[in-house]
């Protein structure tokens, strides 16, 4: 599977719906990861099956794949964040803090 990432800084600054999506987006992976961390899940697939129907009626501007991806995204962060943990490291609860967003195609 062929996997690109583009990493880009704007001049100006973003349209306001295009800044809404991104706040929305990072918002939506702050309460996966936070879920994630209450219930003790940390795959993509039981984060999806604990809050999908939640969040799908929190963020009903959000398309449906966009919910996804921010599952994939604190699915990521939670098992970085366990390793840490694993290994004895101090670590802090996870939290995004950047306006990011994750797509497909």
């Not at 990072?26 to 996966?32: F, I, K, S």
């Not at 390793?83 to 939290?95: D, E, I, N």
């Amino acid at each position: 599977m062929l996997v690109r990432g583009v990493v880009f800084r704007l001049g100006s600054e973003l349209p306001p719906e295009a800044r809404f999506l991104l706040e929305d987006f990072r918002l939506a992976v702050n309460e996966a990861i936070r879920a994630g961390i209450n219930y003790r899940v940390t795959s993509r697939n039981g984060i999806t099956k604990l809050v999908y129907r939640a969040f799908r009626e929190e963020h009903p501007r959000m398309y449906a794949q966009h919910l996804v991806s921010s599952f994939e995204v604190a699915a990521s962060v939670l098992k970085n964040h366990m390793t840490r943990l694993r290994k004895g490291r101090v670590a802090r609860t996870p939290y995004v803090k950047r306006l990011m967003m994750k797509t497909e195609n």
